[in-house]
């Protein structure tokens, strides 16, 4: 219970600038606003006793929370993307396109550079408001919500497949 509780609180703090985009189309939905807000709330009270995080430290990452998850997520779309693309190419074996491989290949390695340097912005970012410890289990809760949310997306995915509203049988990355 206390492990989903935390990835919760990871989730809402990841991805607290989706939710507000969302919060526009949820307008006509009353009880979903009511149920994110809560969530929100929540999760930020377990990320600040689990980091144990001042009132001003949770608004600031909060912050930097805005700031760098749309950047991030939409890097991570691109690698996913990316290796989506790469691996029907090479299905192709022998017919594969060894420019657009190699273009592939040259993405991959650029978006991963540019993750890193997202990272360490990030860090950097934290670094004025967090202790190094605080940071630490930031990045732990961080991977526990990610692991969580594969998880989760693999299980939702076998039970879409199961019902027959899949994709078919075809699993994107």
């Known amino acids: 219970?206390?492990?989903?509780?935390?990835?919760?609180?990871?989730?809402?703090?990841?991805?607290?600038?989706?939710?507000?985009?969302?919060?526009?189309?949820?307008?006509?939905?009353?009880?979903?606003?009511?149920?994110?807000?809560?969530?929100?709330?929540?999760?930020?009270?377990?990320?600040?006793?689990?980091?144990?995080?001042?009132?001003?430290?949770?608004?600031?990452?909060?912050?930097?929370?805005?700031?760098?998850?749309?950047?991030?997520?939409?890097l991570l779309a691109q690698e996913r993307d990316t290796r989506r693309d790469l691996r029907l190419e090479m299905t192709r074996g022998n017919q594969a396109n060894q420019q657009h491989v190699s273009d592939l290949l040259d993405t991959s390695i650029k978006l991963q550079k540019q993750r890193i340097a997202l990272v360490e912005a990030e860090q950097k970012d934290l670094a004025r408001f967090l202790t190094p410890t605080q940071r630490a289990g930031y990045i732990a809760l961080q991977a526990q919500f990610r692991m969580r949310a594969q998880e989760l997306s693999r299980k939702n995915g076998q039970r879409k497949m199961m019902r027959g509203d899949g994709q078919g049988g075809k699993r994107l990355p």
């Not at 526009?24 to 600040?48: G, I, W, Y």
């Open 1 to 74: 219970m206390i492990k989903r509780l935390l990835c919760l609180s990871v989730l809402s703090l990841s991805i607290a600038p989706m939710v507000v985009a969302q919060s526009v189309d949820a307008a006509a939905n009353p009880r979903r606003v009511a149920l994110e807000q809560q969530f929100r709330q929540q999760s930020a009270t377990l990320a600040k006793q689990k980091l144990g995080l001042t009132d001003a430290q949770l608004a600031q990452l909060e912050q930097t929370n805005a700031r760098f998850a749309p950047q991030m997520n939409q």
